[in-house]
T-cell receptor
Framework: RKEVEQDPGPFNVPEGATVAFNCTYS??????FFWYRQDCRKEPKLLMS???SGNEDGRFTAQLNRASQYISLLIRDSKLSDSATYLC????????????FGAGTRLFVKA | DGGITQSPKYLFRKEGQNVTLSCEQN?????MYWYRQDPGQGLRLIYY???????QKGDIAEGYSVSREKKESFPLTVTSAQKNPTAFYLC???????????????FGSGTQLSVL
């Protein structure tokens, strides 16, 4: 079993749609959780951190369920510019060398 | 502006050749990392360095070497022993001593390495 698992997609949605991604992780000792966005052949960029209480940043909402060991990302009112790969990232403790990256979920938003 | 600079953007390697990828950061970060990304896979850690003059193997270090002589620089050499080097290579840094950013990784723009 992979340490961090994501549905690779692709998710094809029309502009304005709401789309949700889930991610599961296997290490119950994980402490830090993130969603990164990656465009083709570009570096990953931090989209948002994920907290147990849930957090929202504009059209993006992230949730963490520690009991079930999964993380979600909800994108409302999708824009063409949201088309990218979304990486679920988990860190068991402080220190980037323990960070585990999911393989990513591909999103295509169409006009 | 502070950031991480990787060069070159594209690199071609001939069989049996060693090539070196450059990574420089001016973020004053202590920790630096090298990742490899293959299509459809997550980033895999090659080497990391938590402080100058010290570095550790990651999950896929075989066929690679690094040095950390300066805080700002963490070059990666892909040696001829790496039989499948074609991949997208990403350098990253972090500052584990700043509570607000200690787990977050800052990435360079990447180097695409291909074999001729």
């Amino acid at each position: 079993r992979k340490e961090v698992e994501q549905d690779p997609g692709p998710f094809n949605v029309p502009e304005g749609a709401t789309v949700a991604f889930n991610c599961t992780y296997s290490n119950s000792a994980s402490q830090s959780f993130f969603w990164y966005r990656q465009d083709c052949r570009k570096e990953p960029k931090l989209l948002m951190s994920v907290y147990s209480s849930g957090n929202e940043d504009g059209r993006f909402t992230a949730q963490l369920n520690r009991a079930s060991q999964y993380i979600s990302l909800l994108i409302r009112d999708s824009k063409l510019s949201d088309s990218a790969t979304y990486l679920c990232v988990v860190s068991p403790l402080t220190g980037g060398f323990k960070t585990i990256f999911g393989a990513g979920t591909r999103l295509f938003v169409k006009a | 502006d502070g950031g991480i600079t990787q060069s070159p953007k594209y690199l071609f390697r001939k069989e049996g050749q060693n090539v070196t990828l450059s990574c420089e950061q001016n973020l004053n970060h202590d920790a630096m990392y090298w990742y490899r990304q293959d299509p459809g896979q997550g980033l895999r850690l090659i080497y990391y360095s938590q402080i100058v003059n010290d570095f550790q193997k990651g999950d896929i270090a075989e066929g690679y070497s690094v040095s950390r002589e300066k805080k700002e620089s963490f070059p990666l050499t892909v040696t001829s022993a790496q039989k499948n080097p074609t991949a997208f290579y990403l350098c990253a840094s972090s500052n584990p001593y700043q509570a607000s950013t200690n787990e977050k990784l800052f990435f360079g723009s990447g180097t695409q390495l291909s074999v001729l």
